[in-house]
């Protein structure tokens, strides 16, 4: 897991197996976080809001609040590189990538705040379709950014999906939530729109971060990678933070619209209730 300089072709030791299969582990792993973070996370934001919840900085604080998680992979590869190298670094990314993740963190961020702020107007349908359309934000600034070679199959999916959100645009009153106007609605269709778009540039400079910090004859590793969704995750968790102390969002809702059972209020008085 550490970065290392690149050998000759002759020089270079195959892989043993074990260090396939850890890879294999490490993808299946993350593939598998992906999968459920990006299908549960909304379902659970947008029924916060069905149910009464407003606070957008919140939910979109929930979104990379789990940055600390990052820590047992980073330290594990430095205990890892110690137990090798009693002199190896505590970091392996250099400091001008890490100022590059703070300010892409800080994008994250902003990106999870239009999304959240998307989603509490819109059902998670029409939410998810808009942000599939990141895909083709993404082919464009790739295109443009790290000079990705456009294929067939790439302008299709790009075609399509562009296709399947004008449709919903024009069929907006047809899924409009129970309570929520149709210049709310619009409101959440754009911004859900914008967090694609914006998303779909912090991707391609990503790549390209990875690529300046593979510079020097070093390569990206997984422990580099780690460091850096590390930063990330936490610029964007402070962003959020910031516009919750802003906003108020650490105080205890008291919506009287609210159901009795799930007014958090309620569980207290419950509390200090004497039983009977």
């Known amino acids: 897991m550490d970065v290392e300089a690149p050998k000759d072709d002759d020089q270079r030791p195959a892989p043993p197996a074990r260090g396939k299969a850890m ?27 069905s149910k009464g919840g407003h606070r957008k900085w919140l939910s979109a604080w929930l979104e990379t609040g789990g940055w600390p998680l990052l820590l047992l992979p980073v330290a594990a590869s430095y205990l890892s590189r110690r137990a090798h190298d009693p002199s190896a670094p505590v970091v392996l ?15 994250t961020g902003a990106d999870d705040f239009l999304y959240a702020y998307g989603l509490s107007f ?27 070679r456009l294929t067939a199959l790439s302008v299709n999916a790009v075609a399509l999906l562009t296709v399947g959100a004008v449709v919903l645009g024009l069929h907006v009153s047809s899924d409009r939530p129970a309570g929520v106007t149709k210049g709310q609605y619009w409101l959440g269709f754009l911004l859900t729109l914008a967090a694609a778009a914006l998303y779909g540039l912090v991707l391609p400079l990503i790549e390209l971060t990875y690529k300046r910090a593979a510079g020097g004859g070093r390569v990206v590793t997984y422990a580099l990678v780690m460091e850096m969704q590390l930063v ?45």
Request: charged share 10%; with cysteine.
């Open 93 to 107: 990314t250099p400091p001008r990538i890490l100022l590059a993740a703070a300010g892409l963190g800080l994008a």
């Open 23 to 49: 890879h294999r582990f490490l993808v299946a792993l993350n593939c598998g976080m992906l999968t459920l973070g990006t299908t549960g996370g909304p379902l659970l934001s947008r029924l916060y809001f």
């Open 122 to 148: 819109v059902p998670v349908s029409t939410s998810a379709i808009l942000i599939s359309t990141q895909l083709a934000f993404t082919v464009f600034f790739a295109f443009l950014i790290v000079r990705q």
């Open 232 to 276: 990330m995750g936490f610029f964007a968790t402070a962003f959020c933070t910031v516009g919750m102390i802003v906003n108020n969002d650490f105080q205890t809702e008291n919506d009287p619209r609210r159901p009795f059972h799930l007014d958090p209020n309620n569980y207290w008085r419950r509390l200090s209730e004497p039983s009977l």
